[in-house]
């Protein structure tokens, strides 16, 4: 739904819109690479794709050849059209570029799903895969396959709403692609403030130097209380902890152990206010519709006995950098861990530990291309055996029972909005679509 | 948090449809809704049975979904009905095999799942469970705001307009790159203050070809004529209708004229932006700002234009005059004029923002002197007008509305009942 | 030692030991007036911490009842009180105490567990058993932190004002590093906190910069003295092993609520500034007493000197005497016991030249005698024949012509053969005369041992006489002269050879015996009587049938310009061995 419906009045052309964020403007699946990049196609709000920079696709071979019609007449910002070459460059190049968390970690890029990329003609693209990949136009949407090109100049050109004008000052300005495929927006200009903290966000939000900022989750209470305007996505960020199965845990009853020890219920609760929902599943509830079945009770009786009488070895313990709640939390679950007899000890953010607690961003908004999405961004390698739920809950039941991957919290991707600002809405992947958002003029 | 808004609100959604479909169904349909149930409870009860086997079971039916509570022993009912067909007989609450069945939804509907535990083993069954939805009317002082969806589309709609055919009726509906037509196959007869279900069927598919692009708050206007079937208003392009409303066709060409707003105002609309520009023809011989939308009123004096200006208030034009409409701070951009039995006869039924919940609204005005007079009560959409126009025979205003939950695009007639 | 040292010895040590016992006397006692204003300066500054430590506990509980009677805290425990979630409060200890100025500070419910914590903000909901000090003063408490490490600081309790059910705040400062460094200390005062997390003392608990862990170690005595006694303990701790270095330390234990010893506060006292003070006085007494040592001993030389020098004089004259200086004499300059002394001695060397000269004049005597004797001995033995021969020469003049000239023949052979054996008898004897002076060079003695061993190889096989050789294989390096030692070793060989007419062994040896290279020529004849061995090189003296005596007296001539000796002993198989030792050159040098 749109924050402030366009029936107040139509929206308005023109102003520009500050953001402020606390990451990087250009990180994977930030905010900027939305407005500047299209990919091939988008989610809808139920998480089926939809066209974007393709305009039809069609699979045969067993889901194993899909081939892609493009959308005619789009042209890169510099006024060059796009070509099926240019998606056959951007699709090949992905595959070397790490995704989400694993490139802030260092780790290593995440496979691709196809084998081979090819032009088939003019506006015609063709991908083939080495297994049938029924949800390939889904997990086409996610920002790492954005296709984008580089000029003489090596400036990186896009096709979407908004093109890059400057950084400066710590703020990335993007300025309206006139020519915009699907229209031109309603803003002249975005600029988006990087590395800004949440309070001074919230600050500037409410003296009118910033249109929209960031809430965390554990903050939104608080936001309520301060009567801020807020748009909360779906559960799109998974908390979890990660095992690694090695050393200490090499023994699946050890990590089996660990995993019965975490209390989900005081990180919902207390750290992260009630927010998100409580998870021992790959999947938000709302979208498996199963998660239920995986058990998020505690049994510490149990993990005592699972960890037995062996004497307690040092087990690291670290949080993805992400700010003192993940830390907290982190420190929780190691008092938790503490009292079924494993002594942990807690490691810098970010330092590879045998317990890594992780936020997982979830791109997809349909049940098997989410999945498909969540085991491959936390390295598990089951295969998902068909697409109804009853196969989907196998495929992660098979995954969990490793206990490498302790899923804790479902949480939200919350934005505060100031006034002037209308029409804004979140994407199914939880970021503001700020091309269809306009700022109000005075009435 | 009264200015919290939920985005995508799914479970939310969901909820709201499901109790609007509760409320529905308590009146109208307790058979139909037996009937949508019937199938998933046969489906999984045949999988339950083929995990536990015919004997004694312990069952236990938990809702996590957003169904009313009052369905729940329905649904136990069939399922015990449907499992006693298998063999399996529910009932024995020593028995050592146990079945749990959740009613729970997903994104894609419902998703009825059950455990069977025998033991400390426990295996799973799922069915999804398609759910459907229905409608509602607002009803205020002097008169009654009553909606109807005519149908519902997955892609952007502009305008829709019903227009009649000897012993038919065709509803066609205007989006950006095409037109739908659809016949009238079945109406369901209206209960006072409650929704009228129609349903159309679609006829024929009328492709525009529009080669630019779309702006992204794109609007059309599709007016019947009288010489030929309609006509067809859109950013730099103009269609019309050709043929009749059987068989039609439709041409089209590139244009800037002017699109008509009132039965005597045409104005120029800014193709790249989604507003007219002010210029109107023959117009009032003075300089408008740009304005949404227009809606004649009629007066004794001749007929007022109520321009809804983009930058301000909404403008009466009176006699060559220009005068500000007082009390209608909170209008929005849409406006259309409907002829009714109530109040003055004439009234505008206006879009408003609404809360997050509830999302925008409809409401009936009348405009007494420069007094915009609210006549009915608010009509919450559950979703966001993107158009609002006056409906061919002006008893009537045609509404697009998006959504909230699905992001489809419904298209209302909204007419006023007298109270 | 001289008589000089010896007495300069005994006055130095008279001297120096009075001073010392005065120096040590003087030190002892300012050592102990220093030390005991020191300790008295202890004192106050360890009670001036205690209060200040009181202090800060009765801090800590001000701002603790500060905050119990705030507006905020009782709403929350109003809150609280009618429902309202706990969980909203996770971040409010942390609010609270930046605002109150504590570093650690906990919400606690009624049912005594979390709520909130600054310290450790993912403690919530675990119990903080402490809440039934409510209301007490300010105590010590041990804190654990989420990275393991525990903290000490001084905590008190309250229950939030009209809260009910109460809600109780568990507030405290740290007693760290840092906040000892705010401590109110003198310039070289340090105050160190030992945390008393192990059984056993562990330098790492030193909360204080305590700059090295050998240095925390000094402490270790004091530290487990207050440990164990629950009681103040002090004492001298040496850091270093420099005394300016050490400090006057008290170990105060720090007891938490249980009355459990929970850290020890070390507050140390440099002791620089008083040992500075006491090697200051140290130095200026070591002076004087140096002075004072040093003149005393000045005057001891002179007085030494004075009683010691006649006795010198003596002494060097009597040296003079046994060196030959018949002559000596003493200068008599005092009439004291050292007078007569020396006019004693100086009568006794008058009378024992006298003596020496009448036994020279004996002696060269004695030697002419013994030069004829030898003479005569020698001429006698040839001129008997001369005389027999003449005779028969003349007795020979009666008879026939053709017998006379077999007889004149016979005799002047016989004749010619006598003055030629006259002429040896004087060329011997001129050769011992003129015995050359030895032109040195280095050689190595084995090859001399060689040399002379070939040349006489066959002579010894003739007569039947087995000839050993054994040598070193190192070179024997000496300086000699090559021919002169030649011919003492012949005359070695062939005294040797004459020794065993019956033939037997003979050993020539060559070896290094320590400095010096041994030659040994070894026979197995019948050997030398100890008579014939003391006289054996004396000159003339022979114990052979027609030796002159010569022989070794020109060997021992030879060894002794060779620097080296001569010595005759009885050998392994019964004979006679030479043994000559000359000084082996030392590595590197040549002559």
Redesign the interface.
Same mark, same amino acid.
């Given at each position: 739904?749109?924050?402030?419906? =366009?029936?107040?009045?139509?929206?308005? %052309?023109g102003g520009t819109l500050r953001i402020e964020i606390q990451g990087d403007a250009w990180a994977p699946d930030s905010l900027a690479r939305r407005l500047v990049l299209n990919t091939l196609t988008d989610l =809808?709000? =139920?998480?089926t794709a939809q066209p974007a920079l393709a305009i039809a696709w069609s699979a045969q071979n067993n889901d194993q050849r899909w081939d892609f019609q493009l959308r005619p007449?789009v042209r890169f910002h510099d006024g060059t059209p796009l070509t099926a070459e240019d998606v056959v460059v951007s699709l090949t190049s992905a595959c070397a570029v790490p995704m989400g968390s694993a490139a802030a970690s260092g780790a290593p890029a995440v496979a691709c799903p196809w084998n081979a990329v090819y032009v088939a003609g003019p506006s015609e693209v063709v991908i083939t895969t080495p297994a049938p990949q029924p949800d390939l136009p889904e997990l086409l949407a996610q920002t790492r396959f954005s296709v984008s090109k580089q000029d003489d100049t090596g400036q990186l050109e896009g096709t979407g709403?908004f093109r890059v004008a400057g950084f400066s000052g710590g703020a990335l300005t993007l300025a309206a692609n006139d020519?915009?495929?699907?229209? *031109?927006?309603?803003l002249d200009s975005v600029e988006i403030f990087t590395h800004r903290a949440i309070r001074d966000q919230w600050l500037d939000l409410s003296v009118g130097r910033a249109d929209v900022v960031q809430i965390p989750p554990e903050m939104l209470?608080q936001a309520?209380q301060q009567? @801020?305007?807020?748009?909360?996505?779906?559960p799109l960020d998974l908390l979890a902890l990660t095992l690694d199965a090695q050393g200490s845990f090499a023994d699946p009853a050890m990590r089996q152990a660990a995993a019965l020890a975490v209390d989900r219920a005081?990180l919902y609760?207390?750290?992260f206010?009630?927010q998100g929902e409580i998870t021992a599943s790959l999947l938000p509830?709302? @979208?498996?519709? %199963?998660s239920?079945?995986f058990s998020t009770d505690r049994d510490l009786m149990r993990a005592r006995t699972l960890r037995g009488g062996a004497p307690a070895r040092p087990i690291t313990m670290s949080a993805d950098p992400g700010g003192g709640t993940l830390q907290?939390?982190a420190?929780?679950l190691?008092?938790n861990l503490d009292e079924a007899g494993f002594a942990v000890?807690?490691a810098p953010p970010g330092t590879p530990s045998t317990l890594d607690l992780r936020i997982v961003h979830l791109d997809e908004? =349909?049940?098997l291309a989410a999945l498909d999405e969540m085991l491959t961004r936390l390295g598990q390698t089951v295969t998902v055996n068909g697409t109804?739920?009853?196969a989907l809950?196998l495929a992660e039941r098979t995954a969990l029972q490793n206990y490498t991957v302790v899923p804790l919290l479902w949480l939200p991707r919350a934005w505060a909005v100031g006034e002037r600002v209308r029409d804004l *809405? @979140?994407s199914?992947h939880g970021e503001p679509q700020l091309?269809?958002a306009s700022l109000e003029?005075?009435? | 948090?009264?200015? !919290?808004?939920?985005? /995508?609100?799914?479970?939310m959604n969901f909820r709201a449809r499901l109790l609007v479909a509760a409320a529905a169904l308590a009146f109208l349909l307790p058979g139909a809704l037996a009937a949508n149930w019937e199938q998933p409870s046969a489906d999984l009860a045949r999988q339950i049975a083929a995990l536990a086997g015919p004997g004694p079971v312990q069952l236990t039916v938990e809702n996590?979904s957003s169904l009313s509570p009052n369905e729940i022993p329905l649904i136990r009912r069939m399922l015990e009905r449907d499992l006693r067909g298998y063999g399996v007989l529910v009932g024995d609450s020593g028995s050592a095999t146990t079945i749990r069945v959740?009613l729970?939804?997903?994104?894609?509907g &419902?998703?009825w799942?059950a455990?069977v535990r025998e033991g400390t083993e426990t295996r799973?069954?799922?069915v999804?469970v398609r759910l459907d939805l229905p409608a509602d009317a607002a009803a205020g002082p002097n008169l009654t705001l009553q909606r109807t969806v005519l149908v519902t589309e997955p892609d952007p709609v502009l305008d829709a307009q019903v227009l009649s055919a000897p012993g038919q009726q065709f509803l066609l509906v205007l989006e950006p790159a095409r037109i739908l037509v659809y016949t009238q196959s079945t109406t369901l007869p209206a209960t006072a203050g409650v929704a009228v279900i129609a349903h159309w069927t679609e006829a024929q598919i009328l492709a525009i070809p529009y080669?630019r !692009?779309? /702006?992204?708050?794109?609007r059309g206007r599709m007016i019947a004529a009288q010489d030929h079937p309609f006509d067809v208003y859109l950013p730099g392009m103009e269609c019309r209708g050709t043929g009749n409303l059987l068989q039609l066709a439709l041409t089209c060409s590139d244009s800037d004229d002017p699109w008509p707003i009132t039965t005597t105002q045409k104005a120029f609309y800014n193709s790249?932006?989604?507003?007219f520009t002010g210029v109107l023809v023959p117009g009032f011989g003075m300089e408008l700002a740009p304005f949404?939308e227009a809606a004649e009123i009629p007066r004794a004096v001749g007929p007022a234009t109520l321009l809804n200006d983009?930058? &301000?208030?909404p403008l009466l034009v009176v006699n060559n005059q220009l005068e500000p409409v007082n009390g209608a701070g $909170?209008? #929005?951009?849409?406006v259309a004029a409907l002829h009714s039995a109530c109040g003055t006869g004439t009234q505008l039924v206006v879009? !408003?923002? &609404?809360t !997050?919940a509830a &999302? $925008?609204?409809l409401r009936a005005y009348e405009i007494a002197g420069r007094e915009a007079i609210p006549v009915s009560a608010p009509l919450q959409v559950q #979703?966001?007008?993107?158009a609002l126009w006056p409906a061919h025979d002006g008893t009537e205003a045609m509404a697009i509305v998006r959504r909230? $939950?699905?992001?489809a695009y419904e298209v209302w007639s909204v007419a006023a009942n007298c109270n | 030692m001289t008589l000089r040292q010896k007495l300069l010895l005994m006055f130095s040590i008279t001297v120096v030991g009075i001073v010392a016992a005065v120096a040590w006397t003087v030190s002892v006692r300012v050592r102990r007036v220093f030390e005991e204003m020191d300790r008295e300066q202890t004192a106050a500054l360890v009670n001036q911490l205690q209060r200040e430590f009181d202090q800060r506990g009765s801090d800590t509980a001000a701002a603790l009842d500060r905050m119990a009677s705030s507006d905020a805290l009782r709403r929350i425990a109003f809150e609280l009180a009618n429902g309202g +979630?706990?969980?909203?409060y996770?971040t409010v200890a942390a609010t609270l105490a930046q605002e109150y100025q504590l570093d650690d500070l906990e919400l606690v419910g009624n049912d005594g567990n979390i709520i909130s914590s600054a310290q450790?903000?993912?403690?919530?909901?675990?119990p903080e058993p402490v809440i039934f000090s409510a209301g007490k003063p300010a105590f010590l408490k041990q804190e654990q932190l989420? +990275?393991?490490s525990e903290e000490i600081g001084t905590f008190a309790v309250r229950s939030v004002s009209g809260s009910s059910p109460p809600l109780y705040i568990v507030g405290g400062r740290a007693l760290d590093a840092a906040t000892l460094r705010t401590f109110p200390v003198p310039a070289g005062t340090q105050v160190y906190l030992y945390r008393n997390l192990t059984a056993e003392f562990d330098p790492g608990n030193f909360g204080a910069p305590v700059q090295a862990v050998s240095s925390a170690t000094a402490y270790r005595q004091l530290v487990d003295q207050a440990r164990a006694s629950g009681q103040n303990a002090e004492g001298v701790v040496y850091p270093t092993l420099r005394r300016q270095d050490s400090v006057n330390a008290t170990a105060i234990p720090l007891k938490g609520a249980n009355g459990g010893v929970l850290a020890v506060l070390v507050v140390s006292n440099s002791r620089r500034g008083m040992v500075e003070v006491q090697n200051h006085i140290r130095a200026i007494a070591y002076g004087v007493a140096g002075i004072g040592i040093l003149f005393a001993v000045v005057m001891s030389l002179w007085i030494a000197a004075r009683v010691s020098r006649p006795i010198e004089q003596l002494a060097r004259a009597a040296s003079q005497v046994a060196a030959g200086d018949w002559h000596a004499r003493v200068e008599i300059h005092t009439r004291d016991e050292v007078g007569v002394l020396a006019e004693t001695f100086n009568h006794m060397t008058e009378q024992l030249a006298e003596q020496r000269e009448r036994l020279v004049q004996s002696e060269r005597v004695a030697a002419w005698r013994e030069l004829a004797r030898r003479l005569a001995h020698e001429l006698k033995n040839p001129l008997f024949p001369l005389q027999i021969t003449v005779e028969n020469m003349t007795r020979a003049r009666a008879l026939p012509p053709q017998e006379f000239d077999e007889v004149f023949a016979e005799s002047a052979a016989t004749l010619r053969a006598e003055i030629e054996n006259l002429k040896a008898i004087i060329a011997r004897f001129s050769d011992f005369s003129k015995m050359p002076k030895p032109q040195v060079e280095t050689i190595d003695a084995r090859d001399a041992v060689r040399r002379v061993t070939a040349l006489y190889e066959p002579a010894l096989r003739e007569k039947r006489i087995n000839l050993r050789v054994p040598m070193d294989k190192e070179p024997l390096l000496i300086s000699a002269d090559p021919e002169l030692l030649h011919r003492a070793l012949s005359n070695l060989v062939l005294n040797a050879m004459d020794a065993m007419p019956e033939g037997g062994t003979l050993t020539v040896s060559a070896a290094q015996q320590g400095d010096a290279a041994r030659i040994s020529v070894a026979d197995s004849g019948a050997g030398l009587t100890p008579e014939e061995c003391e006289r054996l090189f004396t000159p003339y003296y022979t114990t052979k049938q027609h030796g002159t005596g010569l022989g070794l007296a020109i060997v021992q001539s030879v060894v002794a310009d060779h620097h080296g000796t001569i010595a005759v002993e009885r050998g392994e198989n019964g004979g006679a061995r030479f043994v000559i030792d000359l000084p082996l050159l030392a590595a590197g040098v040549t002559a």
């Open positions: 739904m749109a924050l402030a419906a =366009s029936a107040r009045t139509r929206p308005h %052309y =809808s709000d =139920s998480g007449q709403p020519d915009c495929w699907q229209g *031109r927006p309603f209470g309520q009567h @801020l305007d807020i748009l909360v996505s779906q005081s609760n207390v750290i206010q009630k509830e709302p @979208l498996s519709g %199963y239920f079945l907290l939390a420190e929780r190691a008092l000890q807690m908004a =349909s049940p109804d739920p009853h809950w *809405r @979140l199914p091309a269809d003029a005075a009435r | 948090m009264e200015r !919290a808004r939920y985005n /995508p609100p799914q479970q996590r959740t729970s939804q997903n994104a894609q &419902g998703l799942v455990e799973v069954a799922m999804p080669d !692009a779309f /702006p992204r708050d794109m790249a932006r989604d507003y949404y983009v930058n &301000g208030p $909170d209008w #929005g951009s849409d879009s !408003a923002s &609404g !997050a &999302g $925008d609204t #979703g966001t007008v993107m909230q $939950d699905s992001n | +979630d706990a969980a909203r996770l450790w903000p993912a403690r919530f909901g675990y989420p +990275d393991g």
